[in-house]
């Protein structure tokens, strides 16, 4: 009788109802072998809900549009064209915020020392943002409804904003309730009563700094109006031809300076409206004879700061002769006589002066300018001479190249990040302002989650940046340039005609890194793969160690031999022999076969010279794939590095090659279809090969495989990759004689004579045999034709996954290869995941060896077998023998990632070496102890008694699947999804338990648990909405993920419930209480003359009572997204606050003026007193006593 098992019952309801996409199928394990229970921790409760899911963003704001600071508070606000807000304190305070509407941010104004800012958007809203809680919120919105809005304006210490709209409208929103009040200033009373046209937008607001009571308003068309605030009427009118773009006032309000659209500059007496004082052409050619100079680009900005020590400073951006063509763009500093005329690498947004003081009616004393550019953010001392930049402690360089593959490891070595920055902190530049970075405001949070994060970036220019995300956090450690083991084209006559890119040659497309060892491996566009070792040495290499591999797919025609030659020397692919690499030179391989088509030739140069090597990862071994027949090497899919083995191993969709890095030595170098032997499921035969080029009957398939890449670059630098396939010969029902089919493989090894292994393989039964070759050092000669010339497949693409229609299962699936089609699908089979381990390779095996797990695009695993010899000296001299094992495991989609489980449930990573240095001699007992230390492979005989079973998980596209071993039995199966794809899984650890974590192209991130594949997390996050995010998310231990949200910028997403408990205690405080500093003193003269800074009661100019109340259908209120009880929550926050202080100014102004009241009663009654003295002692003065 069967047993019935509740617990899996209750499995499959939990799974039922958390998808209705998902079809739970636990497999039930066959009668003979019963396997044991797993004990399984990991609960729903352990994962947390979808609003708690993101935790923080690093790098540059994407597409900036605003720019604001707070002096007192040291807090930076940059607002996007996405609707995005990011706040930055001192380094490692930061803050990300998203208003809801998507619409773009036209302008931000801090209620400095405040704990708020105002955000004005393109969608005509004004928001509220309380920066006193660690995730600020927005308390309230305003939206105008009848007008838009262009320019805002706050005062300091005022609650009052002057909200300047397109139509030349000015309106005043009171900021702690966020109501509009009745007083308006309308743009025809605004104007002269005799001009008949419109003003324009208004595009400047600012209020005098010695007078509150008038207000400057700057309108597009040239004119300026100095507005009366308490007669409502324009007190001066000043008008000029050019369009006007920015105005800013001299800090003793008797002078405002103008930029426009011409390139000039007008200097402006308060008093004297007829005509500027000043006209100033900065980048302007002085013409003879007093003719006005040429105009200029606009000068976009321009600020007028003033300094106790010296001249003021006129600080300006644009306004560049229209003749500098090509010039990059410009930020000029006017100090005195001197004019600097700073460029920049990238278009400027915006741009501030840090000034000492938030006074505007006092010296400004600015020390430093804040630019934010397109793409980057550069703070410029002026106090130094030359004005050099401050460092940027900021993350802000991530998209310095644009981000090609990304990967993140958690819990990583202790040892590691400290290695990595010694290394790394020598590639510091210098130049720097040795001042400190001025941003300097917040408090950082006190996490208690301290295990080391590494964050690792491949770049287009074949750049790879170590990044430290510890605690929330990003800091570059250290980057290394993997471009530079390759000679470099110096102009565009010199590029090699062997690139398979147009751009980016050297562009990183896959990272294998092992951090306890801490080798690396990547792989490159060009189809290369270069192997790092990590050294605290310097070291200088003759010559670099390189292979090229004949990764091949096509079949030799034997009919048409095109030459004749020495029949090349024949090795058995399971026992090659390593190959020693001359220290020479690097000659070139044949260049092109007997009818002119390139062949043999790899698609980058090495360098032929010295090359030293700082400390850090230092190149080991370079590995390329060469041009076949004229066809360019297939891009690589795949890539797995092993320490202990000394292996690395790499395929594409023509097949998988093998290779000893220890000895430089290609170990295995088959066709895809070769692995299966006589087991392939498709009974596919090899092709013969095209005898035409011409696309008739063919298919173009255009794949915008540099989308995300290329679109940081210019429009003028784009340039389509496309992937060309002709199927003229390949038609439905043509069969290929298999007497015309062998199949080589060539292992070309760089050194003065090329060494060509060559093995024909046969078809049908024998293909098994054949895979398994007999263990030899040498194979006989054998007379082999020569390979014909082959129509392969051009491939100009990033590798990048192609979303396809599957048609025979009416779903969508992706290929790794972007030149594959519906119709060429099963023949050409791309390797799509690659894992070394220590498992059964076999049904029959008592025990566990060192194998390789190959997965493919079609959901097949293939096992492959390695004999490794014992270690130390006999592992440089003996062969490593590879063998298919004939193991085959079917899943539907493509294999994405592979891990293995002991029989408790727990992880069995991949055998490793420790790092040690290689550059330091060993002393023989140190050697001795590594010889003992470092066994790889465990013979059958000696480990009977420890023998265990394993479970292998496998996910796909599709599906996933627990397999026991060594039976090989399914013994779980979840189908993850029918109507979508999975994009990323991986097996990571969470709450010392395992579990498998995937992100779906329709959105949704899901968990398992292992063994039993229950579900434990389904929430829709995330849309597939372009490739970037495909090609960068990726999973980690302790609940971490992360993705490339923009081409600038990390989104960092947590999936543990323990991590989101944390993260309030994890994240900075942006507010901190400072004093405000003192107001300027008015000083003797000017206090008895009436003189200084005039005050405005603005509460009694524009209160209800006085102003009455604005239009409803003007704009409409909005509370905070948390209600009114959020509302009056904050209100013990920021407007609890501005009330109080601004409650405590008019209590503190009442007592001044009753104390001044005294006194001048005192002064008034000794003036009384005096005079009546001096009189009495007059009248008395002459008289005698007696007359009294």
Known sequence: MRKFNIRKVL?????????????????????????????????????????????????????????????????LAVGTQTGALRLFGRPGVECYCQHDSGAAVIQLQFLINEGALVSALADD?????????????????????RERVTFCHLPFQSKWLYVGTERGNIHIVNVE??????????????????????????????????????????FESGTVVLWDLKSKKGDYRYTYDEAIHSVAWHHEGKQFICSHSDGTLTIWNVRSPTKPVQTITPHGKQLKDGKKPEPCKPILKVEFKTSRSGEPFIILSGGLSYDTVGRRPCLTVMHGKSTAVLEMDYSIVDFLTLCETPYANDFQEPYAVVVLLEKDLVLIDLAQNGYPIFENPYPLSIHESPVTCCEYFADCPVDLIPALYSVGARQKRQGYSKKE??????????????????????????????????????????????????????????????????????????????PESRMLCIAGVSAHVIIYRFSKQEVIIEVIPMLEVRLLYEINDVESPESEQAPPLSTPVGAVSPQPIPPQSHPSTSSSSSDGLRDNV?????????????????????????????????????????????????????????????????????????????????????????????????????????????????????????????????????VVPEDRCKSPTSVYIKSHSTLSTSQSLPRGPQALIAARWVVGRWGSKQDLPERPRHQGVLCLSLGIPLITLDVKDNSFSRSRSSSVTSIDKESREAISALHFCETFTRKADSSPSPCLWVGTTLGTVLVIALNLPPGGEQRLLQPVIVSPSGTILRLKGGILRMAFLDTTGCLVPPAYESWREHNVPEEKDEKEKLK????????????????????AVICSEKQAKVISLPTQ???????????????????????????????????????????????????????????????????????????????????RLTYSQETCENLQEMLGELFTPVETPEAPNRGFFKGLFGGGAQSLDREELFGESSSGKASRSLAQHIPGPGGIEGVKGAASGVVGELARARLALDERGQKLGDLEERTTAMLSSADSFSKHAHEMMLKYKDKKWYQF
């Not at 809203?125 to 409804?145: E, G, Y």
């Open 11 to 75: 499995d499959g309801l939990t799974a039922g109802s958390s998808s209705a996409s998902q079809q739970p199928q636990p497999q039930q394990h066959t009668p003979g072998s019963r396997e044991p229970e797993v004990q399984e921790t990991l609960q729903s409760e352990h994962f947390p809900a979808l609003q708690r899911l993101l935790t923080v963003r690093h790098g540059f704001p994407y597409q900036p549009s605003a720019l604001a600071f707070d002096p007192v508070q040291k807090i």
């Open 125 to 145: 809203t004004l928001h509220l943002w309380n920066l006193r809680q660690k995730r600020p919120a927005i308390l309230h919105s305003l939206k105008f409804c």
């Open 177 to 218: 309730s966020f109501t509009l009040s009745g007083y308006v200033i309308m743009w025809n009373k605004a104007i002269e009563l005799s001009s008949k046209s419109h003003p324009g937008p208004i595009v400047h607001i600012s209020d005098n700094p010695m007078d509150e009571g008038k207000l400057l308003i700057g």
């Open 437 to 514: 970075w001025p941003i300097n405001g917040g408090n950082w949070g006190l996490g208690a989650q301290s295990y080391p994060e590494i964050i690792i970036t491949g770049h287009a220019d074949g750049s790879i940046k170590f990044w430290d995300a510890s605690a929330i956090t990003l800091q570059v450690l250290y980057k290394l340039k993997t471009a530079k083991v390759f000679e470099k084209s110096r102009n565009k006559d010199d590029k090699p005609s062997t690139d398979i890119v147009d751009e980016d040659p050297y562009a990183i497309q896959i990272i294998s890194w092992c």
């Open 602 to 734: 790899p698609c980058l140069k090495v360098k032929n010279s010295p090359l030293k090597q700082s400390p850090g990862y230092q190149a080991e071994l370079v590995i390329q794939l060469v041009w076949v027949g004229g066809e360019p090497p297939q891009q690589i899919t795949s890539l797995a590095v092993n320490s202990s083995y000394g292996l690395v191993v790499f395929g594409n969709c023509n097949g998988i090659a093998i290779v000893d890095y220890l000895q430089k030595a290609v170990l295995l170098n088959l066709g895809t279809i070769e692995l299966y032997g006589s087991n392939d499921p498709y009974r596919r035969e090899p092709r013969s090969p095209r005898k035409s080029r011409q696309p008739s009957g063919g298919v173009l398939i255009v794949t915008f495989c540099m989308c995300g890449l290329s679109s940081f670059y210019s429009d003028s630098l784009k340039k389509l990759h496309y992937s060309f396939l002709s199927l003229c010969d390949i038609n439905e029902g043509t």
């Open 932 to 951: 003992k230390k470092r066994p790889v492979s465990v013979s059958p005989s000696s480990s009977q008694e420890i023998s265990e079973n394993q479970y």
């Open 969 to 1051: 039995n399914c013994a779980y199966k979840q189908n993850i999804t029918e109507t979508s794809f999975v994009l990323r899984g991986d097996i990571v650890a969470l709450s010392n338990s395992i579990c498998l974590a995937c992100f779906c192209a329709n959105g949704h991130i899901m968990t398992f648990s292992l063994p039993s594949l229950r579900p434990l997390l389904d929430v829709y996050y995330l849309p597939l909405t372009n490739m970037r995010i495909a090609r960068t998310f990726c999973f980690t231990n302790n609940g971490q993920a992360l993705y490339l949200v923009s081409p600038t910028e990390i989104q």
